[in-house]
């Protein structure tokens, strides 16, 4: 899959793009309306993540120009928060999806790949498995050899990553950054915490343990 992210914040670009490599996309830059319309035109790509607010010329007028020339490719807006009017001008310009800034880039990454998949025609997994624990993304519950788990919001996104990289060992960076808001003031010690809240959830009256420490590395959850 090739996303090109055309996106003036230099830093949050770079991130996107690491972010997405991640995963193994191929991942294009540009920091203006212009530059990153001309790539659009002749890069053939799968998704474009377009900022609204951009120099030279806005994401909105961008989309709308691609759109107009019949360039075929998913659009997913990124929109300042509270600006609804943004949001409403971008679908109508032609957008697919739009997500509000700041954003996690869990949900980034979610949005890309239901874009991903919308453009390939597969269908969504709907659950996420290992060893007896499921997670249902439609229902939004966990359960652990048919027993259902309480999880609060952050510890369902936690595990929904941690699922979904499962056997990879992941450094509280990664998992900092794929999770929690990239412009929380968060420490790194959140991740610990939270690690920690769902250990007692998942694996303290359950076995075999699915979360182990990699010391001075991070996290891994093995199925
Ligand atoms: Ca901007």
């Known amino acids: 899959m090739r996303v090109l992210v055309i996106e003036d914040e230099q830093r949050l670009a770079r991130i996107i793009r690491r972010v997405l490599e991640e995963e193994q996309y191929v991942v294009d830059l540009a920091f203006d309306g212009p530059t990153g ?4 035109r002749t890069g053939d790509y799968d998704v474009i993540i377009l900022d609204v607010m951009l120099p030279g010329r806005d994401g909105v007028a961008v989309c709308r120009r691609l759109r107009q020339d019949g360039v075929a490719c998913l659009v997913l807006m990124l929109t300042a928060r509270d600006a609804l009017e943004d949001r409403v001008r971008g679908l109508d310009a032609g957008a697919d999806d739009y997500l509000v800034k700041p954003f996690a880039f869990a949900e980034l990454l979610a949005r890309v790949r239901a874009l991903g998949r919308r453009r390939t025609g597969e269908l969504a997994p709907t659950t996420l498995q290992a060893d007896g ?6 229902r939004h519950d966990v359960t652990r050899n048919g027993q259902r788990i ?3 919001a952050k510890e369902f996104a936690l595990l929904e990553y941690l699922l979904r990289h499962q056997g990879q060992v992941l450094t509280r960076t990664q998992i900092l950054n794929g999770v929690w808001r990239y412009d929380a003031d968060a420490a790194s010690n959140v991740v610990d915490t939270y690690v920690h809240y769902l250990r007692e959830k ?3 009256n359950f076995g075999p343990k699915l979360l182990h420490t990699v010391r001075g590395v991070g996290y891994v959850l093995r199925g």
Do not use: H, K, P, W
């Open 133 to 138: 624990l499921v997670m249902d993304l439609l």
């Open 37 to 40: 319309e001309d790539l659009a």
């Open 150 to 152: 309480d999880l609060t």
């Open 202 to 204: 998942i694996d303290r």
